[in-house]
């Protein structure tokens, strides 16, 4: 008995994805639940299980190739039948046309991108290489390989089309590695661009004194940690500062629709975190309803799965503000890019001792940097200043957050 392995529903408004990678090839054994192949999509990058265990037949979509939501990916043989000896299956489309005579036997899969490059460059005939990749596709390590045989291109052979950058000089180019960029990184460019050619995005900046806040840090961490089984970090502090000042400075919190602002009553605030394909921006919802503690676990937990590419597209959607801490990286100052639509970004930086007058005296003071860039549209140069200054105010006497002051 065979089962089509079909691309699941991807989540809201995602209605395609692109093939990562292949973890099982035709004829391998495979248990049920075990991962399968991985999509990339512009939101998330998830792995598809086999539904039951048995011998993966015939792949149709390969690494690379875009596919729609419900499209067949391979089937799967239950049982230990030989997956070699089942038919390929057909995917829903027009009957393919009649092949063409060719001075080799085609491969059923184009080359791949940068093999297909390096060809052009090196005037290689396609038909003399022979492709290692799955269904036959040719990668650069055959096109370097073939070169290394001696292979040429027919004379008279017109180069493939290839991007529209300077050519590197032959030295180069057999060290350098074309790589397809990921449907999230796509995204990430395409929306940072937007974000910058869309708003008015202009940037403020503040120091704030960490010396309260790493003092109180210091003196709670172990009874918080024992307490709540979570570390006591700083984003939490920064969570409830600019939750704080939101309530004092909405428009902050808002976004443009066309002529109208949409003032939004409640803080959903995304934090900005490194995963191993790219940024992403988890959403903490509610954030101004919740503890210290909650924000903390909420914070830990999605950094966590973003580093195991666990997260949900609907985890990363409906932000109102987001936070980006660089300071973990090293960053002393930066101007970050509006999250679009949200109309601010607050950027964090790392603390470092730095003399600093206080009533009349040189002090030495952990001081960090802080960046709002904002959307000036929106939001006024007065507004994003005091915006700011609450937010440090909040920070350099955490009384006030307790308080509510």
């Not at 639509?341 to 040189?362: K, T």
Request: with cysteine.
């Amino acid at each position: 008995m065979a089962t089509e392995i079909k691309v699941p529903t991807l989540g809201e408004s995602v209605t395609e994805a692109t093939i990562g990678q292949w973890f099982k090839a035709t004829g391998d054994a495979v248990q049920a639940d075990e991962p399968l192949v991985e999509l990339e999509t512009d939101k998330v990058t998830i792995e598809v299980p086999a539904p039951v265990s048995g011998t993966l037949g015939d792949i149709v979509a390969a690494e690379g190739e875009t596919v729609e939501v419900g499209a067949l990916l391979a089937m799967l043989l239950e049982g230990e039948g030989a997956a070699a000896a089942a038919p390929a299956p057909k995917k829903e489309t027009a009957p393919a046309p009649a092949p063409v005579a060719a001075p080799a036997a085609p491969t059923s899969m184009p080359p791949a991108p940068s093999a297909a490059k390096m060809m052009a460059e090196k005037k290689v005939d396609p038909a003399s290489v022979a492709g290692s990749g799955v269904r036959g596709q040719v990668l650069k390590g055959d096109v370097i390989n073939a070169i290394a045989a001696g292979a040429t291109a027919p004379v008279g052979a017109q180069p493939a089309p290839v991007a529209n950058r300077p050519a590197s000089a032959p030295d180069d180019a057999a060290r350098e590695e074309r790589v397809r960029m990921t449907k999230l990184r796509q995204t990430i460019a395409r929306r940072l661009k937007d974000a910058q050619s869309t708003a008015a995005m202009l940037t403020t900046f503040n120091d704030v004194d960490m010396s309260a806040v790493m003092d109180m840090r210091k003196q709670y961490k172990d009874l918080f940690e024992k307490k709540h089984g979570v570390r006591l970090g700083f984003m939490g502090f920064f969570a409830k500062a600019i939750c704080k000042a939101l309530e004092e400075i909405p428009a902050v919190n808002a976004e443009i629709d066309g002529t109208d602002i949409i003032y939004k009553h409640f803080v959903h605030l995304g934090v900005a975190v490194g995963s191993p394909r790219g940024l992403v921006v988890p959403v903490v919802r509610d954030a101004d309803k919740m503890s210290l503690a909650e924000i903390e676990k909420a914070i830990a937990e999605f950094g966590r799965r973003a580093r195991d590419g666990q997260l949900t597209i609907e985890e990363m959607q409906g932000g109102t503000f987001t936070v980006s801490n660089g300071g973990v990286y090293g960053s002393m100052m930066s101007t970050p890019i509006l999250n679009a639509p949200q109309s601010g970004i607050l950027g964090m930086h790392r603390i470092e001792d730095r003399p600093v007058v206080r009533n009349g005296q040189i002090v030495i003071r952990p001081m960090m940097y802080l960046a709002l860039s904002y959307d000036h549209r929106i939001v006024d140069g007065k507004e994003a200043v005091t915006f700011l200054v609450r937010v440090k105010e909040s920070l350099e006497d955490p009384q006030r957050l307790v308080m509510d002051i």
